[in-house]
């Protein structure tokens, strides 16, 4: 029946054509995702070395105690115009993501001499397996391996946090990095490096941190310990030593 015909027999007025939404959905769904990818980029971009936003040190704050590195665990040129101290805990998740910054930060300036790395255990109380894994990496490093330690237990760290053993995890830990696994073991279980580890921890205690991850350039705290600040600091500070 034609339209005009139907409207004649029945006197109802022509259906309205409604418009599509899936445009205005579509449209709508883009700017979104526009919006979030914009944000990420924003958040994660390396803020640049001149930034008015980058940490600075405390107002008439004085150098970071150099004296007190002999009691975290240090890696990189001695005389490196730059040193980065992490306070840290092995089974924080949140230094576990650290790590994998870390592990760029001597890639590109440890190993180039830039760039020194200390590393301070601060094994937190409510954390049951925090100092055996402390001095699992202790332990190792009397074997040469502090770093290959280091590695392994943040890359497995779901896998211990809750063990109820682990001293016979992280002697597994020694033994597929090539240490020989008794002598490993008997440092463990004799807690030969306890009183070094208390010794970083009063570091810590000393300079008033209270958190991990703690990061500090020089003698300036990070307020965000990621790459993009990281690294943006330690440029600025770089080019002050001009390096």
Excluded at 44 to 71: H, I, M, R, W
Excluded at 150 to 156: A, T
Excluded at 173 to 193: A, F, N, Q, S
């Amino acid at each position: 029946m034609g339209e005009a015909k139907r409207r004649k027999q029945t006197g109802a007025p022509p259906p309205r054509k409604t418009n599509s939404k899936k445009p205005l959905i579509i449209g709508v769904s883009v700017l979104v995702l526009a919006t979030v990818v914009v944000s990420v980029l924003f958040l994660t971009a390396s803020p640049k070395p001149t930034s008015n936003n980058l940490p600075v040190a405390a107002t008439g704050a004085e150098a970071f105690p150099a004296e007190l590195d002999q009691y975290g665990v240090s890696v990189g040129e001695q005389d490196a115009p730059v040193v980065v101290r992490e306070f840290a805990d092995f089974q924080c998740p949140a230094c576990g993501a650290f790590a994998k910054i870390s592990q760029r930060l001597k890639q590109e300036y440890v190993d180039t001499g830039k760039v020194r790395f200390v590393y301070f255990e601060l094994p937190l109380r409510q954390h049951q397996n925090a100092f055996p894994a402390a001095q699992a990496a202790r332990c190792a490093g009397d074997q040469g391996a502090y770093w290959d330690m280091y590695d392994r237990l943040y890359d497995s760290q779901s896998e211990w946090s809750g063990s109820n053993d682990p001293v016979a995890t992280f002697a597994r830990y020694g033994r597929d990095i090539g240490l020989e696994e008794r002598r490993l073991r008997h440092c463990m279980t004799t807690e030969l490096h306890r009183e070094a580890i208390e010794k970083s921890r009063k570091v810590a205690m000393q300079l008033q941190v209270t958190s991990t991850p703690t990061v500090m350039v020089d003698n300036i705290r990070l307020t965000r310990p990621g790459w993009g600040q990281l690294s943006a600091v330690v440029e600025r500070e770089l080019s002050s030593a001009g390096k």
